[in-house]
T-cell receptor, first 115, second 117 residues
């Protein structure tokens, strides 16, 4: 069990560019979550997958955002035409059990800065 | 929609002393779960303790315990025998019990805890 891994740890980009983040969950975890955390705030739910199926998306996830989880393993989060308001830390979490026993294991996040 | 409020942006405690972090929430639901997460400088969110709303007994995990007041919608975290390693941001979080909601947590804005010698 190596924990949830996120890459890159930091990303600096210019406004209008596309960026892609990767999350490798704990192996055999069937659920994977993306959260966004802006400065001075708690994380906010963006979307989650059960295996390869994306089951829910928050209203925060505009059309410029797309997430995938091919084959139910790693996940990618892409932001197209980045805006300064996209600057935040993007957290990934994975879990295996359902219901109250579901415990989220978080990664260390990708810090995005849009100039 | 549910909201979670943490009214203490920063708290300080001396090593070995006890500190209590406050959290209030607003919901119209009767069944839900409450959590405290710790976020150290490494940025990784770590679950500290959790509470089921239907349980009257307050949850405890070693030096960490909660005071859950359902009627008052209050969920405070008590840290006993504080250690330097407890220094971090602490987030209170809410999760609905509704089927299919999964772990869509609603977080508060956090309390930064400093531990001094």
């Amino acid at each position: 069990d190596t924990g949830v891994s996120q890459d890159p740890r930091h990303k600096i980009t210019k406004r209008g560019q596309n960026v892609t983040f990767r999350c490798d969950p704990i192996s055999e975890h069937n659920r994977l979550y993306w959260y966004r955390q802006t400065l001075g705030q708690g994380p906010e739910f963006l979307t989650y997958f059960q295996n390869e199926a994306q089951l829910e998306k928050s209203r925060l996830l505009s059309d410029r955002f797309s997430a995938e989880r091919p084959k139910g393993s790693f996940s990618t989060l892409e932001i197209q035409r980045t805006e300064q308001g996209d600057s935040a830390m993007y957290l990934c979490a994975s879990s295996h059990l359902l219901g109250f026993s579901e415990k989220l294991f978080f990664g260390s996040g990708t810090q995005l800065s849009v100039l | 929609a549910q909201t979670v409020t943490q009214s203490q942006p920063e708290m300080s405690v001396q090593e070995a002393e006890t500190v209590t972090l406050s959290c209030t929430y607003d919901t119209s639901e009767s069944d839900y779960y409450l959590f405290w997460y710790k976020q150290p400088p490494s940025r990784q969110m770590i679950l500290v303790i959790r509470q089921e709303a239907y349980k009257q007994q307050n949850a405890t995990e070693n030096r960490f315990s909660v005071n859950f007041q359902k009627a008052a919608k209050s969920f405070s975290l008590k840290i006993s025998d504080s250690q330097l390693g407890d220094a971090a941001m602490y987030f209170c979080a809410y999760r609905s019990e509704n089927t299919g909601t999964a772990s869509k947590l609603t977080f508060g804005t956090g309390t930064r805890l400093q531990v001094t010698l």
